[in-house]
């Protein structure tokens, strides 16, 4: 078992979405009820945030120079990290009680996400949630995948020949065959979790295609290998792991975000560290995320974010 530890005391409600740059040499992820896209940069300690209209779910990297696109609750949104303008691009379920959460893009440079039930007090989350795909030229697209409660584990294989994505409520990672074109194959389970307290949460894939999944409310990081069997666990010390990205100049440290959402006053005084943000050397070396290929400019900018 590999130990991870604290590099930065965010104290974050909600770290997730953690992704790291290589052009820039920093890490990004957000605090989602913080409405905070966060920036550490290795090398110097130094961090920036940025606060942002609506919660921050997800976002990516853009082929276009200081921009991400972002997935906030409600719409897919560029945002251009310097002058903090910001440029609507789609709603996404419109009138449903949903918001996005996780996402990434596949190689081809398309952002794949899905979202999330959030039900009204006294309600129990359902499945009404979905997965969706914004291609190169703005077009949003439903993929004909299953609906969730609460999706996430979205990955890539890195040929991207097979996407892995979740419903973190029942337990088990799924994958199914993901072509150029596009076009998706069944789903089939990748690994069963139904014997464990917590859940699957985000994930990533390392150069050997391994699969590395946050499991929330275990306190743990789990490597699997292509073939769904477990190869490597990674003790995180706090019980909310969110996501996991590798980083640094030769992509062989593992980064984790995690969450003090949920946790009871005494829980927190066990566990002072919810909220940080982690790291580990992994002992072996990831892949560097695609980059969204749409490009900003082609839609009407509506607003502009400070920076703090």
Not at 189 to 208: K, M, N, Y
């Amino acid at each position: 078992m590999l130990q991870a530890r604290a590099v930065l005391a965010a104290g974050n409600q909600l770290g997730e979405g953690v992704l790291w740059c290589a052009r820039a040499q920093a890490l990004y992820w957000t605090d989602i009820p913080a409405a905070t896209l966060w920036r550490y940069t290795p090398h110097d300690g130094s961090t920036r945030q940025w606060a942002l209209p609506e919660r921050l779910a997800s976002f990516a990297l853009c082929e276009a120079d200081g921009w991400l696109l972002l997935g906030l609750a409600s719409q897919l949104a560029f945002f251009h990290m310097e002058s903090g303008e910001l440029q609507p691009i789609v709603a996404v379920e419109a009138g449903l009680p949903t918001r996005l959460n996780d996402g990434v893009c596949d190689r081809q440079g398309r952002f794949v996400f899905g979202t999330l039930h959030e039900p009204l007090q006294g309600e129990s989350q359902r499945p009404v949630g979905g997965f969706y795909r914004l291609n190169a030229d703005l077009a949003l697209e439903r993929l004909p995948l299953p609906t969730v409660a609460i999706s996430n584990s979205l990955a890539f294989s890195p040929d991207g020949a097979t996407l892995y994505y979740c419903d973190s409520p029942t337990r088990r990672i799924q994958c199914c065959d993901y072509h150029a074109d596009g076009s998706v194959g069944a789903a089939r389970t990748f690994v069963d979790l139904a014997g464990i307290e917590g859940e699957p949460d985000g994930s990533t894939v390392d150069a050997e295609g391994g699969l590395w999944n946050a499991q929330w409310g275990m306190s743990r990081v789990v490597r699997y290998r292509p073939d769904g069997s477990e190869d490597t666990v990674v003790h995180v010390p706090t019980r909310q792991p969110t996501r996991a990205a590798f980083g640094g100049p030769a992509l062989d440290t593992l980064y984790i975000t995690s969450a003090r959402e949920g946790l009871s006053a005494d829980r927190l005084r066990e566990e002072p560290l919810a909220g940080a943000l982690f790291a580990v050397t992994a002992g072996v070396r990831g892949i560097s995320e695609a980059r969204f290929a749409g490009v900003p400019g082609r839609v009407l900018p509506t607003a502009t974010v400070p920076t703090r």
